[in-house]
């Protein structure tokens, strides 16, 4: 059974969709799609969530992802306490998105031999990929005229091209850890989304498991087996690099010192917010700041 299409995606029968967002906040919901998906973040802040990794995203983030992998960009709460006047506050979110399916072209259009580097950059997109440095720039420019041109060959053979420039690039990383599958079914993303957004709601305070599984309507044992099984990750874990998330943001802001940040962030003592902030991210957070300033 293949999840419904939300309505954004239709129809996509023998092309491929390039949309401009510009809305108060990103979709809230945590989803998955029979799309690829290459998107770019111009303007906004908030939580990346692919598979199993959990990142803070900002302007310049682009990702690719292959079809049905599970991913949320969570806008910080800030989009939306003021999504009633956000045009004139001049707080928005922007940003650049294609969808595609991998029979756009045909049942076998990229089984061709010159499609090898394009076949394998879909194969590795399976797993989420991210780009940096002067690959992102070429490719923000590559998207944006993208959205200048109608629908027909030039846009097919501008994707392609830019498919092709992306499937030779090394500056990339993997976004899911190398075991990650998907194993939640499309009548479970209504439960995963409670659990998301009560983690996100509530990741500064002393979160309870109880209340957790009690809101997804399971045991706590239950529910620690559930989550794991299809986060690749325990529940703990999962608020920890929420928290992490949030910290790294912190950090870059720039206007907490580091013991102000490990509270705001959900730590009751530094040590351990330390300890955490290192298993997670294989820096200390002024290490982290540091490199931060370097880029």
Known sequence: ???????????????????????????????????YQLFLVEEGTGTRFIGDSIKPFGPGDLVFLGPNLPHLWRSDQVYFNRQSDWKLSGLTTRGIVIYFTEDFLGNDFFEKQ??????????????????????????????????????????????????NNLSRATDY??????????????AETDRMQLVHNYVLGHFPDDLSLDTIADLAGMTSPAFCRYFKARANKTFSEFVSEVRIGHACKLLMHGKLNITQISFESG???????????????????????KTYRHL
Do not use: C
Request: hydrophobic share 35%.
């Open 173 to 186: 990383r993997y976004l899911t850890s190398p075991g990650y599958t998907n194993t939640v079914k499309p």
């Open 114 to 163: 010159e499609m090898a580097p394009l076949r394998q950059l879909l194969y590795q997109a399976r797993q989420g990929l991210e780009w940096t440095g002067h690959t992102r720039n070429r490719t923000e420019t590559a998207l944006h005229d993208l959205t200048t041109q109608s629908v027909g060959f030039e846009r097919v053979i501008s994707l392609l091209t830019l498919l």
């Open 1 to 35: 059974m293949k999840q419904p299409l939300r309505k954004d995606l239709e129809p996509v029968a023998a092309s491929f969709i390039v949309k401009k967002l510009e809305e108060p906040h990103f979709d809230p919901n945590w989803h998955f799609h029979p799309h």
């Open 267 to 289: 730590f009751r003592t530094l040590s351990n917010f330390n300890r955490q902030f290192k298993d997670i991210t294989g820096q200390t957070p002024s290490g982290y700041v």
